[in-house]
């Protein structure tokens, strides 16, 4: 089970540059082909381009790993991304980390307990101002409540 | 406020979704979990066959508004989880305006977005606000 001592305490911190070649693949992956991604030389990013961050963060600082979710009965509830401004474009340096920010139980609708787990990632430019912040909720179900496929 | 930029686009239709639309947003986006791709994998954790990355329709839904209103102008984008999507599902991205406001002196636009399966089954729902730099 999800362990709440990890709630509060903040994960490593990682760099990621962000780049054309992967805007444009990532905006292609996801059916887009607004010139703003294909035709600037330092376009935007696409709206959830920030799950990339997967390919820039080390898996042994992971605080959802750190949290002791179970993902063989954890489930992507749902995914955030704020911008506080235009979103990043190629160039920049974002440097990010990761923290627990709540854990919460609710009864599922087939008896199991469910408990939520949300993660708030921060995303600060070079100079350090906050850009975006992802938050990614799961959940994690008991036995009782599993079946589904 | 003018009402033409308001009014949202037809619907985008994707699919029937193949195996190779699923790994080629899995490369893209680094997450390689093979649950997502290799079928030995998934039926021996009890699934029928591969299923696509929720992470996938929440990205074709994404794409759908900010083709719209502009990638530089979205401010939030919120993506629920519903049902599980499959190969050879057809997935139509749609949405409505939700509000019209002004915050901050800049011109601003709620949506709610839905991605539905070919059964009608909703597959992501989300809520998204972006920047009209026109009105307001």
């Not at chain 1, 008896?111 to 100079?127: L, P, Q, S, Y």
């Not at chain 2, 994707?14 to 893209?28: E, K, N, S, W």
């Not at chain 2, 509000?99 to 800049?106: A, I, L, N, T, V």
Request: negative net charge; proline residues 7%.
């Amino acid at each position: 089970m999800a362990n709440a001592d990890a709630v509060g305490r903040p994960g490593a911190t990682f760099v990621m540059d962000v780049e054309r070649g992967k805007i444009r693949e990532f905006a292609r992956a996801t059916g887009s082909r607004h010139p703003a991604y294909l035709e600037d030389k330092q376009p935007v990013i696409p709206p959830t381009f920030l799950t990339t961050q997967l390919i820039w963060q080390g898996g042994e600082a992971d605080v959802m790993q750190l949290a002791e979710v179970d993902f063989e009965r954890g489930l992507h509830a749902e995914q955030e991304y704020i911008f506080y401004g235009p979103p990043p474009r190629a160039g920049a340096q974002l440097t990010f980390s990761s923290t627990i920010t709540d854990m919460y139980d609710k009864q599922g609708r087939r008896g199991g307990a469910m408990t939520f787990v949300v993660m708030v990632t921060e995303f600060r430019d070079e100079a350090g101002r906050l850009v975006a912040e992802a938050r990614n909720t799961v959940v994690e179900t008991s036995p009782a409540a599993e079946a589904q496929p | 406020m003018t009402g033409g930029l308001l009014t949202p686009p037809e619907p985008s239709v994707f699919g029937p979704l193949t195996r190779t639309d699923i790994v080629r947003y899995q490369g893209a986006a680094g997450d390689m979990q093979p649950i997502h791709h290799d079928e030995g994998y998934a039926r021996a954790a009890g699934f029928p066959s591969v299923f696509s990355v929720g992470m996938f329709q929440a990205g074709l839904l994404a794409s759908w508004a900010a083709d719209w209103l502009g990638p530089e102008n979205v401010r939030s984008y919120r993506a629920r989880f519903k049902e599980q999507v499959w190969p050879g599902d057809v997935l139509t991205c749609s949405g409505v305006v939700a509000r019209e406001y002004e915050d901050h002196g800049e011109g601003r636009i709620d949506l709610d977005l839905v991605c539905t399966r070919q059964t009608g089954g909703v597959a992501v729902q989300a809520w998204a606000t972006f920047v009209v730099p026109d009105i307001g």
